[in-house]
């Protein structure tokens, strides 16, 4: 087999034009007018806004460094879909193809697309004196304080593709082959499926926008829209955002009842690409398998159907891809780093999670494929630069509501800051919208030291501390809970990647911790809160588990190619 080329995975870019204008008195910064979206938003979102462009761009930076000619983008790739910021990336990619001979593929997430009619979006920015306004492209909601532009509206399908119908979604000159799973036409017409709600009233006839390309020779990508937008019982505008059930929560789950003709797909393309001795990768936006490969079986028991909980996929769509002949997928749309496998009948199925550009870790894969195996290599954005712009708008709007600065707004680097939102994405989401009153009312404020002494009675810390091996074992006494919780959050998002983000002597304290109070999910919760810290503890083991068994750069069979020389 010929060379193959290296590709380029980028998940959950969710780029945000800082220079467009939708259409509102924006904050001045340095005489220019900038978009920069709120920090109240932003400490409620498990994403940053503002910071996209400038990750995205050193990205692509690393994709030339490095000489890769290819690249995917796992969905999400725009912030909410909205015209002008999907408008503003084609120009993005357009520039950079012309510059430096790349290609894009494309796949659409649940952030760039709406069924088949699109949705308004409302967002919060910062105005002319660094008070929050709000921008719609909703023309009902237009008012004091709120602005409408069509600017900010989120297409649906096929209008949404058009934008960015030069990165894979419709066939190119120089594609050696490419396909949808419907044959060979490139038309929107020629790719549609129909959908029904539960109850059988509402029907629609939508379009599926996957597809399977040859960008070199011998190497088959298949790109999956696992977008599924499911008609709700009831009575609704026809086509309107109302009528669906958001794809966000659905995925693989959804998808193998509403989208079975993308299973068979999978499985003929499998077979020929045995017969035919090309190397195949799967794509799509959601995992296939659960990308926390079962670490997070105390969320489910301390708060219940959490997003994560509903967007993990069941063990049936493992079954049923393996039976189909899938072996490696990529996905992103958890924003997680973490490699999971399934066996089934002597098969293997292995999904790589692919981390965002916007939340922490930030990061990508590069991928080198052979014969015999694939070699998927993480890199880091953690060392980027910050644009100073965001940050001066982030102060000037604390400033602005008489509220203290954040510590985000004065990071070393990008990764600083990622981590920095972390915790305040504890105070400001988790702890608000997860976690039970009585418990955060009961921890807040309390240091390791007290919490060990609430469990374990006066003196406990020395013994756990003592664990650690630690000279200086007051300064992980003295740890805020806070902090500790928001590690708990970074080890369960980043696993490998956080260990060299997280300081070791603490990493020692959360294995301590876990060992010395720690209980199994299984064991279950009796609402009180110091059973909720003994499962909430038992967790680090499993997150620690999964971070030392990763790796920056890992190998994987080709199965594909060894069944075929079987």
Same mark, same amino acid.
């Given at each position: 087999m010929a060379d193959l080329p290296r590709i380029a995975v980028i998940a959950d870019a969710h780029f945000h034009d800082l220079e467009g204008n939708f259409e509102f008195p924006a904050i001045e910064v340095d005489g220019e007018?900038?978009? *920069?979206?709120?920090?109240?938003?932003?400490?409620?979102?498990?994403?940053?806004?503002?910071?996209?462009?400038?990750?995205?761009?050193?990205?692509?930076?690393?994709?030339?460094?490095?000489?890769?000619?290819?690249?995917?983008?796992?969905?999400?790739?725009?912030?909410?879909g909205q015209r002008q910021t999907t408008e503003r990336l084609r120009a993005i990619l357009e520039r950079h193809e012309?510059?430096?001979?790349?290609?894009?593929?494309?796949?659409?997430?649940?952030?760039?697309i709406f069924g088949p009619k699109g949705r308004h979006h409302t967002k919060q920015f910062l105005g002319a004196n660094a008070a929050r306004v709000i921008v719609t492209s909703d023309g009902e909601k237009a008012g004091p304080?709120?602005?409408?532009?069509?600017?900010?509206? $989120?297409?649906?399908?096929?209008?949404?593709?058009?934008p960015m119908a030069a990165f894979g979604y419709f066939r190119r000159p120089g594609d050696i082959h490419w396909e949808t799973p419907f044959g060979t036409s490139d038309k929107a017409e020629d790719r549609l499926y129909q959908v029904s709600s539960p109850d059988g009233r509402n029907s629609y006839t939508l379009m599926d926008a996957s597809y399977l390309v040859e960008p070199a020779p011998g190497l088959w990508l298949m790109m999956i829209d696992a977008n599924v937008f499911e008609p709700r019982d009831g009575t609704f505008?026809?086509?309107?955002?109302?009528?669906?059930?958001?794809?966000?929560?659905?995925?693989?789950?959804?998808?193998?009842?509403?989208?079975?003709?993308?299973?068979?797909?999978i499985a003929e393309v499998s077979a020929r690409a045995r017969r035919l001795g090309k190397t195949l990768l799967a794509f799509s936006h959601y995992p296939v398998l659960d990308p926390f490969d079962g670490a997070t079986g105390a969320e489910g028991v301390l708060f219940g159907e959490t997003n994560i909980a509903r967007r993990t996929p069941r063990e049936a769509v493992a079954e049923v891809l393996i039976d189909?002949?899938?072996?490696?997928?990529?996905?992103?749309?958890?924003?997680?780093?973490?490699?999971?496998?399934?066996?089934?009948?002597?098969?293997?199925?292995?999904?790589?999670?692919?981390p965002s550009l916007v939340a922490f870790p930030p990061a990508f894969k590069v991928v080198e494929s052979s014969a015999s195996d694939f070699l998927v290599e993480t890199i880091e954005l953690y060392s980027t630069a910050v644009d100073p712009r965001i940050l001066h708008g982030y102060r000037r709007e604390m400033a602005q509501l008489e509220e203290n600065l954040d510590p985000a707004f004065d990071p070393s680097d990008y990764g600083a800051l990622l981590k920095a939102h972390k915790r305040a994405l504890v105070q400001h989401r988790y702890f608000p919208k997860e976690w039970p009153k009585e418990v955060v009312d009961e921890i807040s404020g309390l240091t390791v030291?007290?919490? $060990?002494?609430?469990?374990?009675?006066?003196?406990?810390i020395t013994d756990v501390v003592a664990a650690c091996a630690l000279e200086d074992a007051g300064q992980l006494a003295r740890l805020d809970m806070l902090e500790l919780i928001?590690?708990?959050? $970074?080890?369960?998002?980043?696993?490998?990647?956080?260990?060299?983000? *997280?300081?070791?002597?603490?990493?020692?304290?959360?294995?301590?911790?876990?060992e010395r109070f720690g209980r199994p999910p299984e064991s279950g919760w009796d609402g009180s809160t110091d059973g909720f810290l003994s499962i909430f503890f038992g967790a680090f083991d499993a997150f620690l588990d999964r971070a030392e068994a990763g790796g920056l750069r890992i190998r994987i069979e080709n199965a594909s190619a060894k069944e075929e020389a079987a």
């Open positions: 007018r900038v978009a *920069i979206r709120s920090w109240a938003d932003t400490r409620e979102s498990t994403r940053v806004f503002n910071e996209s462009a400038k990750a995205l761009d050193e990205a692509l930076a690393e994709v030339v460094r490095r000489d890769i000619r290819h690249v995917v983008l796992l969905g999400d790739y725009t912030d909410d012309r510059e430096h001979d790349t290609r894009f593929y494309a796949l659409p997430g649940n952030h760039d304080g709120t602005y409408a532009t069509p600017l900010m509206y $989120c297409e649906g399908y096929p209008k949404g593709l058009a505008e026809e086509g309107g955002e109302d009528a669906f059930v958001d794809s966000t929560g659905a995925g693989w789950n959804a998808l193998l009842r509403l989208k079975a003709f993308i299973i068979e797909w189909g002949g899938m072996t490696v997928h990529f996905s992103g749309h958890l924003h997680v780093e973490g490699v999971t496998r399934r066996e089934r009948g002597g098969r293997q199925l292995t999904n790589i999670a692919v030291e007290g919490v $060990c002494e609430r469990l374990g009675g006066p003196g406990t928001a590690d708990w959050y $970074c080890l369960r998002q980043a696993a490998v990647l956080a260990l060299d983000k *997280i300081p070791a002597p603490r990493l020692w304290l959360y294995r301590a911790l876990a």
